[in-house]
Nanobody, 121 residues
Framework: QVQLVESGGGLVQAGGSLRLSCAAS????????MAWYRQAPGKQRELVAA???????NYADSVKGRFTISRDNAKNTVYLQMNSLKPEDTAVYYC???????????????WGQGTQVTVSS
């Protein structure tokens, strides 16, 4: 089973930066897609950024140009660099891993415990 541990959250002023880290318990190259989601109070969880094992990246429109997702296979870690933070970025950020495996290519999804990001105005 893949275990994910997030870190790097905290309190930052609007316009500031934070770097989130997600450490995986196995090689992230064996994981098809790793992603960051976030969930603000009273709102559903939403995709922020994703990166595939091939290095393809996708971002939510709301963070495009401000956030960068990257990975370090040697460290089994995925990062989310967040710049020009806005109060609306305030949320719990969750690391996600999707893995396709087995004879019938079943999808397995794993989640970290989340790390709080708070952006003050």
């Amino acid at each position: 089973q893949v275990q994910l541990v997030e870190s790097g959250g905290g309190l930052v002023q609007a316009g500031g930066s934070l770097r989130l880290s997600c450490a995986a318990s196995e090689s992230i190259f064996s994981i098809n897609t790793m992603a960051w989601y976030r969930q603000a109070p009273g709102k559903q969880r939403e995709l922020v950024a994703a990166i595939t094992s091939a290095g393809t990246r996708n971002y939510a429109d709301s963070v495009k140009g401000r956030f960068t997702i990257s990975r370090d296979n040697a460290k089994n870690t995925v990062y989310l660099q967040m710049n020009s933070l806005k109060p609306e970025d305030t949320a719990v950020y969750y690391c996600n891993a999707d893995q396709i495996k087995g004879s019938f290519f079943r999808l397995y999804t794993y989640w970290g415990q989340g790390t709080q990001v708070t952006v003050s105005s």
